[in-house]
């Protein structure tokens, strides 16, 4: 199949791109240039935000893809950018959104995709509860569309950390290595359920011309729910350290951090559409994938 890619080099959007690869499909993908892509994707270059010049690069190639995935839309500007651009140039759609668009206070355990409380979210996740309300609004015509909702994604190309105070921190190894206590709010006792990025990549590739797939929303997350404390307990593991952990209060913290309420709650999440539509289900374990990615930000450092 043909794909298209906006993104292609980030940490989400790489690896899209490698798993469209493996599975033998044409990849074009979207960037301002500069960073590499993966060899054997095609490059077209344009700032998303210069409308002309995305514009220019898309429709110069003169293609109807067979699906197009956007990993770095984040308004309604955005989306209605794609809606434009992709309603007549594509058979098929996929956004990437988050889990951020479960408002933190009214979740159930585990979580589906259907909610009823849009209310009270913050920006992030409120931008991207109207980019997908734009999608589903019918506006892309008959382009069959998917909407995937992530929670935390790792991975060697991201850096560690899942919490505030150390999230997505370059210097986490150096400071568990140090032996210097870690910050963390609550203990790390609000459970997660974290994706390899090649994991996430695996599921949107296999969104491709399956017909289960099509307008349809997904929750995906990996295979272990475990306290955000053991995500850290297991990076000290792989670099042979002892992991000292310092509470932060819940209350305190949010009264000064109010933006970061969607990382204080449980975020574990029902897979049963994802695993009922036989598409490709999350299934690297977090010790395994914790352990590629600490390894390969030692290596790369």
């Not at 995906?220 to 053991?230: K, M, N, Q, V, Y």
Request: glycine share 8%.
């Amino acid at each position: 199949m043909n794909i298209l890619i906006i993104g292609g080099s980030g940490h989400v959007s790489g690896a899209v791109a490698r798993a469209a690869l493996t599975g033998k499909h044409r990849v074009w993908a979207v960037t301002r240039g500069k960073k590499p892509l993966a060899k054997g994707v095609k490059s077209l270059i344009a700032d998303r935000h210069d409308s002309v010049a995305l514009e220019t690069v898309v429709t110069g190639q003169a293609m109807v893809w067979d699906m197009v995935v956007d990993c770095i839309c984040y308004n309604l500007t955005d989306i209605r950018q794609d809606i434009e651009l992709f309603r007549r140039r594509a058979k098929q759609f996929v956004l990437v959104s988050t889990d951020f668009v479960y408002n933190p206070a009214r979740r159930k355990f585990p979580q589906s995709e259907e909610t009823e409380h849009w209310e009270g979210l913050l920006d992030y996740g409120r931008e991207k509860h109207l980019c997908e309300a734009e999608l589903m609004s019918g506006a892309m015509g008959e382009v069959a569309w998917t909407i995937v909702r992530p929670c935390h994604i790792y991975g060697p190309t991201s850096e560690l950390g899942c919490l505030p105070l150390h999230l997505r921190n370059p210097g986490l190894i150096e400071k568990i290595q140090s032996g210097e206590p870690l910050k963390l709010v609550g203990g790390g006792y609000f459970l997660q359920q974290p994706i390899l990025a090649d994991d996430l990549a695996a599921t949107i590739i296999s969104f491709a011309g399956n017909r289960n797939a099509y307008r349809q929303t997904f929750n995906t997350a990996g295979p272990d729910i475990l306290e955000s404390r053991r995500y850290y307990e297991i990076i000290a593991g792989v670099l042979g350290a002892k992991l000292t952990i310092e509470e932060v209060p819940v209350s305190a913290y949010l009264a000064k951090h109010p933006e970061h309420a969607p990382f204080m709650c449980h975020r574990i999440y029902d897979l049963k559409r994802l695993r009922d539509s036989g598409l490709s289900v999350p299934s690297t374990s977090i010790a395994e994938g914790l352990r590629r990615h600490t390894e390969g930000l030692l290596f790369k450092n």
